[in-house]
């Protein structure tokens, strides 16, 4: 009796010789079986780290969704609106005059125009205006026609020459309205009386305001039978300028002449802010 038999391996095609007589051609061959053998090891650690893996991430979302659950619950809020005002007095004013002047030739306008608002500018330099508190705003030189049997003929020039001036100092401003109408100011513009730097007021009135909102909202919390948390956020509104104050219609000097000194009352002016605050509840 032949103690070997010979087979081909079905996996790997190759005739083999092994002992036995219980060998079937399926099994295959030792390297092919040892090969399956890996595979499967193999196959069976990647199944078990995908399984692990998946675990951990099932406990880390759990934890992540108790996390954002508590997140929600803790940011249950109320927002409210308050008013905080300040009531300041003008500490600035500004005054806009103008020289208008008509002539026959562009050259002949603008020395008459020029002769006069030089003389307004030394003197409002000579009571103790700042020179950088005087500005140029405009200076429109136009030629005027007539239309006689529709036809246009120049008949001359008009030239409008305009300065802004600042005044930190109230009582100089009705002397320097009558005067500058002596030395040629035909036209002044309105007065506007503002605080120069509002910054410190805006401040106080915002501050007051957070004050006022957070009255506000605590007694909102104990009407709702809840308590009130930290502040989760803060916006303000509101706090311009000043508004301005037009000038009495009576201290708006035209034409030659020059009237007493108007009385000039500036007046206090309200800044007010808004506060936006939200606040967390429990």
Do not use: W
Not at 20 to 42: N, P, S, W
Not at 54 to 61: E, T
Not at 150 to 168: E, F, H, M, Q, R
Not at 185 to 199: E, L, M
């Amino acid at each position: 009796m032949c103690l070997f038999k010979r087979f081909q391996c079905l996996h790997c095609g190759e005739n083999k010789s092994v002992g036995g007589e219980d060998i079937a051609q399926e099994a295959g061959c030792c390297r092919c079986r040892a090969g399956k053998t890996i595979a499967m090891m193999i196959f069976g650690a990647v199944l078990i780290i995908l399984l692990v893996a998946g675990s951990v991430n099932l406990i880390v979302g759990a934890g992540l969704k108790s996390k954002e659950a508590k997140n929600i619950a803790a940011t249950r809020t109320m927002a409210v609106s308050a008013e905080g005002k300040v009531t300041v007095s003008p500490d600035t004013a500004s005054v806009n005059f103008s020289v208008i002047t008509e002539a026959k030739t562009a050259k002949e306008v603008q020395t008459q125009n020029t002769e006069k608002m030089n003389k307004v500018i030394e003197y409002v330099k000579s009571v103790g205006i700042d020179p950088k508190d005087i500005k140029t705003t405009s200076y429109y030189l136009y030629p005027k026609y007539d239309y006689p049997n529709g036809k246009s003929i120049l008949v001359g020039y008009t030239l409008t020459n305009s300065i802004s001036v600042k005044i930190v100092k109230f009582e100089l401003i009705g002397d320097l309205i009558a005067k500058s109408v002596e030395l040629g100011i035909n036209q002044i513009g309105d007065i506007n009386f503002f605080v120069d730097n509002p910054d410190e007021a805006k401040t106080k009135a915002g501050q007051l305001a957070i004050r006022n909102a957070r009255a506000k909202a605590l007694a909102l919390a104990r009407q709702a039978g809840v308590r009130l948390g930290k502040v989760v956020s803060v916006t303000e509104s509101g706090g311009g300028l000043p508004p301005y104050y037009p000038m009495a219609k009576e201290a708006f000097a035209v034409g030659g002449g020059g009237g007493g000194a108007p009385q000039l009352t500036p007046g206090t002016q309200d800044i007010q802010v808004t506060a936006n605050v939200i606040f967390e509840i429990r």
